[in-house]
């Protein structure tokens, strides 16, 4: 069974940093396109991030540029996300999901086959 695991999520205050970690089981994350994704309440869900498979390439929504890192630890068979300078605006839940769409150093934000169940961050003082 193919199944996709977030977690990291919680409570920070602006300006703090979180983790997140997409886990991965019953398949091997390094041959999927991996993206992370956010719904707020109220809004339409958007995508936050992506890496490509192969090569490794990564995209970002302009909202989180430079303050967002995403990144592979197969060892672990995980995406992270690591979020610093988070804001208000960034509190959502936060959704891994995983695409069998392949192609040389690209990602995009559509066309995930597997998704996760979601973690929430909230940023508030």
């Known amino acids: 069974q193919l199944q996709l695991v977030e977690s990291g999520g919680g409570l920070v205050q602006p300006g703090g940093s979180l ?13 999927y396109v991996v993206g992370w994704f956010r719904q707020a309440p109220g809004k339409e869900r958007e995508g936050v991030s992506c890496i490509s498979s192969p090569g490794g390439s ?18 672990k068979n995980t995406v992270d996300l690591q979020m610093n300078d988070l804001k ?3 509190t959502a839940v936060y959704y891994c999901a995983a695409s069998s769409r392949r192609r040389f150093n690209l990602c995009v934000f559509d066309g995930y086959n597997y998704w996760g ?7 508030s003082s």
């Open 19 to 31: 983790r997140l970690s997409c886990a991965a089981s019953g398949f091997t994350l390094d041959y």
């Open 58 to 75: 990564t995209k970002y929504v302009d909202s989180v540029k430079g303050r967002f890192t995403i990144s592979r630890d197969n060892a």
């Open 88 to 90: 208000p605006e960034d």
């Open 117 to 123: 169940q979601g973690t929430q961050v909230t940023v």
